[in-house]
């Protein structure tokens, strides 16, 4: 079983809909999570990350961590098109292996105008 | 803004053949951090460095290395090359904090 768990999708939804994407994880250790959003053939890109418990919004995106159920979720406000992309949960556990990430399977979004 | 600089982008290979791929982090950034991604896999973590000293590893192989130089780039050397090296290599660069910059990853194909 993978230590973060993350609904392939694809999800498909239209212009304007809010978006909520979804990520287990199984490692209590883990203390920081991120987003990331790759587009096809490109590397990933660091959206926003949060430390421990808590909310973080960054314009349209929020992202929520529940540590004591061990869920992480990325909400996408007034989804655009350029928003169709991977977009892949990550974790780090910081201590002596601060660095380390481990990614979710990432789930594919398409927004359709 | 600068970003991390990866060459080759793509590279075809042989099996048993050798590849070397090179990692240009972005200025002032101190580790440099390497990833494999198969198709339709998420990236796995294969090893990384800070300060020109390897700082942690992953499930890197043993038929790979690699090696972070005097001016912070980086080399991951792949020897007796298998069909399932075949994936993107990402290369991401840091400054000590959890943000970590990807560049735009080298595609290797072994056949």
């Known amino acids: 079983q993978k230590e973060v768990e993350q609904d392939p999708g694809p999800l498909s939804v239209p212009e304007g809909a809010i978006v909520s994407l979804n990520c287990t994880y199984s490692n209590s250790a883990f203390q920081y999570f991120m987003w990331y959003r790759q587009y096809s053939r490109k590397g990933p890109e660091l959206l926003m990350y949060?430390?421990?418990?808590g909310n973080k919004e960054d314009g349209r995106f929020t992202a929520q961590v529940d540590k004591s159920s061990k869920y992480i979720s990325l909400f996408i406000r007034d989804s655009q098109p350029s928003d169709s992309a991977t977009y892949l949960c990550?974790?780090?556990?910081?201590?002596?292996?601060?660095?380390?990430?481990?990614f979710g399977q990432g789930t594919i979004l398409t927004v359709h105008p | 803004a600068a970003g991390v600089i990866q060459s080759p982008r793509h590279l075809i290979k042989e099996k048993r053949e050798t590849a070397t791929l090179k990692c240009y982090p972005i200025?002032?950034?101190?580790?440099v951090y390497w990833y494999q991604q198969g198709p339709g896999q998420d990236p796995q973590f294969l090893i990384s460095?800070?300060?020109?000293?390897?700082?942690d590893k992953g499930s890197i192989p043993d038929r790979f290395s690699a090696q972070q130089f005097s001016d912070y780039h980086s080399e991951l050397n792949m020897s007796s090359l298998e069909l399932g090296d075949s994936a993107l290599y990402f290369c991401?660069?840091?400054?000590?904090?959890?943000?970590?910059?990807f560049g735009p990853g080298t595609r290797l194909t072994v056949t």
């Open positions: 949060t430390y421990s418990s």
């Open positions: 991401a660069s840091g400054s000590g904090g959890v943000e970590q910059y």
């Open positions: 990550a974790t780090d556990a910081g201590g002596t292996s601060y660095g380390k990430l481990t």
């Open positions: 460095f800070y300060e020109k000293m390897q700082s």
């Open positions: 200025p002032r950034h101190d580790t």
